[in-house]
């Protein structure tokens, strides 16, 4: 079973902001089946990121996904008041396709 | 329009059973997998397992193996999770999600699952 170990755990920033999230897999993710989802309290899930790199629709360019292997990165170029919440990565290239623990996106 | 709608929220207390619901519309709900995420109170996504409801090919993660059953009824466009004997710890949100190629593309809204004697 891969493990997805997210850092920093809390992120504080400010709007306007570069943000920038790790996602480190405990083995080689296969064809970067690596995505990334922003959670809001009280809602569920929003994919953002799949393929590692290919933003999902609707989703502001804003965001972007690089990265291969065993490391994965989350950059938000400037942040909005609306980014601030909680971040998770997901692999998907091998059963069980596990979530990483999340990074919080706080105002600071 | 995809649309991942769940069934309503539930208390019930340790020892009882339920079977919670997420009805797909707007796509050929057989040609998909549909999965299930667990998320404790203050916690993250958890990822249980998925169902191809056109031949009900089931996956488990280790974690839920054997707690848990999911299931489908295509007739209805309907997917299900479901407990015989809920254990406090059960006590969470559970979110239904279908994924494409693997990462979920769409979810449902939720439900909320109480156990408390």
């Known amino acids: 079973e891969i493990v997805l170990t997210q850092s920093p755990g809390t992120l504080s920033l400010s709007p306007g902001e570069r943000a920038t999230l790790s996602c480190r897999a405990s083995q080689s993710v296969s064809s970067s089946y690596l995505a990334w989802y922003q959670q809001k309290p009280g809602q569920a899930p929003r994919l953002l990121i799949y393929?590692?790199?290919s933003r999902a629709t609707g989703i502001p360019d804003r965001f972007s996904g690089s990265g291969s292997g065993t490391d994965f990165t989350l950059t938000i170029s400037r942040l909005e008041p609306e980014d601030f919440a909680v971040y998770y990565c997901q692999q998907y290239g091998s059963s069980p396709y596990s979530f990483g623990q999340g990074t919080k996106l706080e105002i600071k | 329009e995809v649309q991942l709608v769940q069934s309503g929220a539930e208390v019930k207390k340790p020892g009882e059973s339920l079977k919670i619901s997420c009805k797909g519309s707007g796509y050929s709900f057989t040609s998909y997998w549909i999965g299930w995420v667990r998320q404790m109170p203050g916690k993250g996504l958890e990822w249980m397992g998925i169902?191809?409801?056109?031949?009900?090919?089931?996956r488990y993660s280790p974690s839920f193996q054997g707690q848990v059953t999911i299931s489908a009824d295509k007739s209805i466009s309907t997917a299900y999770l479901q407990w015989s004997s809920l254990k406090a710890s059960d006590t969470a949100m559970y979110y239904c999600?279908?994924?494409?190629?693997?990462?979920?593309?769409?979810w449902g809204q939720g439900t909320l699952v109480t156990v408390s004697s």
């Open positions: 999600a279908r994924p494409r190629d693997g990462y979920n593309d769409y």
């Open positions: 169902i191809y409801p056109g031949d009900s090919d089931t």
């Open positions: 393929g590692a790199s």
